[in-house]
């Protein structure tokens, strides 16, 4: 029995939800914007409006099926995520480091320059924003998904190395240093 899936989501005042069981999606609607998910024919959701919750359930029949059992965690957190991301937001913090590399807001894209000859342009996706205060680059957005990829795609384009230290690192990441070649 999934321990996540059993819990119901609480949805606090000034959220709309919009539950259609036929099409199997569910669009939450808040102070920081509109999000929503079409969840697996494998779980059932239910919109209880007077105790403002969502409940998540799997059938007695497919409580033996160890992938239904999964899809049931799985969409009792993604619907979690979307409310936690229409009220709260969520963020990630980056770090360039590197001598003369940079970052900067460039219109509807962020600009790196991370010593290639060029600078690299990484367009936002939509509800996704991000601010640059000298060397840190904060990824913020509604959209849980769409935050987390942008930031690690932002990553992807110079990662940390453990010899010299720099690239693009998150604020919370620890790069475990190496040795270089010892002279003998």
């Not at 914007?33 to 697996?40: D, P, V």
């Not at 033996?64 to 990630?92: C, F």
């Not at 998904?145 to 010299?164: D, I």
Request: hydrophobic letters at 35%; aromatic letters at 6%; charged letters at 25%.
């Amino acid at each position: 029995m999934s321990r996540v899936g059993k819990k119901p989501i609480s949805v606090p005042g000034g959220v709309k939800i919009a539950h259609d069981e036929r099409t199997r999606t569910v669009s939450v609607e808040g102070p920081k914007g509109k999000l929503s998910f079409s969840y697996r024919p494998e779980v059932d959701v239910a919109w209880d409006e007077s105790d403002k919750t969502i409940t998540c359930t799997l059938p007695e029949a497919r409580m033996t099926d160890r992938q239904s059992r999964a899809y049931w965690g799985t969409t009792r957190s993604r619907i979690s995520n979307l409310v936690s991301g229409v009220t709260e937001g969520y963020s990630k913090k980056l770090e360039v480091i590197g001598v003369g590399w940079n970052a900067k807001i460039k219109g509807k894209a962020l600009e790196l320059n991370v010593g290639y000859c060029h600078p690299v342009l990484l367009p936002f996706p939509a509800g996704v924003e991000a601010v640059v205060e000298g060397a840190a680059i904060t990824i913020s957005g509604p959209d849980k998904q769409a935050v987390g990829q942008y930031a690690a795609v932002v990553r992807s384009k110079r990662p940390p190395e453990p010899y010299n230290g720099k690239g693009i690192k998150y604020s919370d990441e620890i790069i475990i240093r190496k040795q270089g070649k010892a002279l003998s």
